[in-house]
């Protein structure tokens, strides 16, 4: 039997944890790379060569799920589709997009109809998995977190409760989907698949890359500061910044170019081949407005795309119960928005050739090396972007 060291090995790890969450042997543990991949290291001596993790593995068999990509032109089963908000200032208010995915965890509490939910916070500026039983905890687990999280290494955790939503990217909600599909019985308390877009991760070291340009912009910004990676409190949603708040609630923010910057160095190479951006296997996916007519791009708003007839169902009701305000809108335009088409162009991956190249030869050396070399590339994109975005809005071009 074979385990999951070969898809580290060959890059295609995702760090989505499943294969963690349920090795029966504990051999497997998750570990950060020095550019701040997550990826399992298993232990060769308690492996017992079951080959569960390979077979749950989303990496394994890709294949497949690029092909159901492709042939959906990327969009996957459509029910309904809809530019829509949170009808809940206190959700709106701290949400990323419309506040949609705490909106409808919130309803399906507030309802009984779940007892727990599995999310994702930050943990000292790590994305840590989180299962929450109330509304409050919600709260605190709203906005994205933009680096690595092993979501579903917390599989077993959630033996504990009876009726269970997830919150996961592509990535992890393939690898809960093989398990369903593999263990009806054992996972039957999974019943809601919530899946966010996804245009992939930064690896963890994007956070001492980010720290060091705030601070010298900024002074010192303390360890404990919580990241928001695109806060629109600060600006409006489609130039949002990120904002470090610490535990004084004082806050220092940073130009949205930096992150943007910090993508094209520290994009992991197996998100630079995935083609499962719009979540093709979860009950509804959420996503930012982008490129939505009429879009309010002050405030911002989420797309939701129903997937099947359970989806359909919850965002009737949602729609129904007033928790959601929202109207249908075109799946022309949410695939205009994420540029789709542009996938196309990813499919053999020879077009990330180079970005991929230099992100493996910058994961030999050290951590610090790494950063220091990135945070001058990055100022430099930033600044130039900033420059080139001035001269745009003064010739009002785009
Ligand atoms: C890595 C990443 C890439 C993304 N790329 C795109 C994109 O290309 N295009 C696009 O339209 N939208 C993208 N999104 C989704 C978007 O940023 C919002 O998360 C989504 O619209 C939900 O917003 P909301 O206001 O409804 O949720 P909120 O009310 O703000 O709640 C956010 C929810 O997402 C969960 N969450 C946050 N980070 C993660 C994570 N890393 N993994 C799993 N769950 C998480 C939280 O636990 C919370 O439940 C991305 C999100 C992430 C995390
Ligand atoms: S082969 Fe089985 S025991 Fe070995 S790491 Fe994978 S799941 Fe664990
Ligand atoms: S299951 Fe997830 S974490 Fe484990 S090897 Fe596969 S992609 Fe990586
Ligand atoms: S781009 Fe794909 S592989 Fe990367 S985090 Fe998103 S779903 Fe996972």
């Not at 309802?111 to 500026?125: P, Y």
């Not at 939701?304 to 965002?315: D, E, F, H, P, Y």
Request: hydrophobic share 40%; aromatic share 6%; with cysteine.
């Amino acid at each position: 039997m074979e385990n999951v060291t070969n898809i580290v090995a060959n890059e295609l790890c995702s760090g989505c944890g499943t294969c963690n969450g349920t090795c029966p042997a504990h051999a497997i543990h998750m570990d950060f790379t020095p550019l701040g991949r997550l990826i399992p290291v298993i232990d060769e001596k308690v492996c017992i060569d079951c080959g569960l993790c390979l077979r749950v593995c989303p990496s394994n068999g890709l294949a497949e799920i690029r092909k159901a990509a492709i042939d959906t032109e990327f969009m996957g089963d459509v029910v309904s589709a809809w530019f829509a908000k949170s009808a809940d200032p206190s959700i709106f208010e701290n949400a990323q997009s419309g506040g949609a995915v705490t909106t409808t965890l919130a309803f399906l509490f507030d309802q009984g109809r779940i007892d727990a939910a599995l999310v994702v916070g930050q943990e000292k500026q790590k994305a840590q998995y989180r299962i929450v039983t109330t509304k409050q905890e919600l709260l605190d687990c709203q906005s994205s977190q933009y680096t690595p999280v092993d979501l579903n290494s917390a599989l077993p955790e959630l033996a504990d409760f009876s009726h269970v939503a997830v919150v996961g990217l592509p990535c992890h909600i393939e690898g809960i989907v093989r398990l369903k599909n593999l263990f009806p019985e054992r996972y039957s308390n999974i019943e809601y698949l919530f899946g966010l877009i996804c245009g992939g991760v930064l690896a963890q070291s994007c956070v001492e890359v980010v720290k060091r340009i705030g601070q010298k912009k900024n002074g010192p910004i303390s360890d404990d500061s919580r990241i928001f990676w695109r806060l629109r409190k600060y600006s409006n949603y489609k130039q949002a910044k990120i904002a470090f708040v610490d535990r004084k609630g004082s806050v220092k923010t940073l130009d949205n170019n930096v992150r943007l910057s910090c993508k094209v160095h520290l994009t992991p190479p197996r998100c630079r081949l995935c083609l499962d951006k719009m979540n093709l296997l979860c009950d509804i996916v959420f996503g930012d407005s982008w490129g939505i007519t009429g879009d309010d791009t002050k405030g911002g708003g989420s797309v939701i795309i129903t997937r099947n007839a359970k989806g359909q169902a919850l965002m009737e009701e949602m729609l129904a119960n007033k928790s959601i305000v929202g109207r249908p809108c075109p799946i022309s335009e949410i695939a205009k928005g994420q540029h789709l088409a542009e996938k196309r162009e990813a499919i053999d991956g020879t077009v990330f050739k180079k970005e991929i190249g230099t992100f493996l030869e910058r994961e030999k050396g050290t951590t610090a090396e790494a950063v220091a070399v990135i945070c001058k590339k990055v100022s430099k994109r930033a600044a130039w972007k900033r420059f080139t975005g001035k001269i745009r809005k003064l010739l009002k071009i785009g």
